[in-house]
């Protein structure tokens, strides 16, 4: 069956940095745009970066410049670079399609960026 499974995730500082993975499994990993969208508390899940099946990437506006997405179609991973963190950036991220929803949501991984 379709799993996604986040990792990665902490407690850190304000300006500090995170690498999050997604695992991939049971789908074609490769034909598919994929994302990391993120929910912070009491808030709507949003968008947080995209990358096509090419190469492609999209950021939100708000993380632009400090994070960048990638992948490993071999491994059927995603991943997330997170430097300069902000205290606004804490919230559980997840990986999906891009087109939010397309597979079962994971569980997360929390990431709080506190002084």
């Known amino acids: 069956q379709v799993q996604l499974v986040e990792s990665g995730g902490g407690l850190v500082q304000p300006g500090e940095s995170l690498r999050l993975s997604c695992a991939a499994s049971g789908f074609i990993f490769s034909i598919h745009s994929m994302a990391w969208y993120r929910q912070a508390p009491g808030k709507e899940r949003e968008l947080v970066a995209s990358i096509t099946r090419g190469g492609n990437t999209y950021y939100a506006s708000s993380v632009k410049g400090r994070f960048t997405i990638s992948r490993d179609n071999a491994k059927n991973m995603l991943f997330l670079q997170m430097n300069s963190l902000k205290t606004e950036d804490t919230a559980v991220y997840y990986c999906?399609?891009?087109?939010?929803?397309?597979?079962?949501w994971g569980q997360g991984t929390q990431v709080t960026v506190s002084s």
């Open positions: 999906n399609a891009e087109r939010a929803g397309t597979f079962p």
